[in-house]
């Protein structure tokens, strides 16, 4: 069993700043990829940002250099900081991972979402 919790969404001004967490639980034996996915009211799901298995990092064009992704290996912990917060990142946004458990099963897994509004 292995479960992904998001914190930190909330309500910010244009121009603000939030930071995202995630925590991976249970009976995981590794973490291949980890990182952030949104979806935005009408719109397809898009990769936000991702730590890949190699450890590199990818960003979705619309939110490189406002956005940084970066993780606790010891705590299974992936963040997302958010600068320079506009309308249109407004979305649920979705951590996800590619887990390995202990019985050696690779699965992927997705949270529950944690909503980010930016309105004035």
């Known amino acids: 069993q292995v479960q992904l919790v998001e914190s930190g969404g909330g309500l910010v001004q244009p121009g603000g700043s939030l930071r995202l967490s995630c925590a991976a639980s249970g009976s995981i034996f590794s973490i291949n990829a980890m990182g952030w996915y949104r979806q935005a009211p009408g719109k397809e799901r898009e990769l936000v940002a991702l730590?890949?298995?190699?450890?590199?990092?990818n960003y979705a064009d619309s939110v490189k250099g406002r956005f940084t992704i970066s993780r606790d290996n010891a705590k299974n912990i992936v963040y997302l900081q958010l600068n320079s917060l506009k309308p249109e990142d407004t979305a649920v946004y979705y951590c996800h991972a590619e887990i390995v458990s202990y019985l050696k099963y690779v699965g992927l897994y997705w949270g529950q979402g944690t909503q980010v509004t930016v309105s004035s």
């Open positions: 730590f890949t298995s190699g450890g590199s990092t």
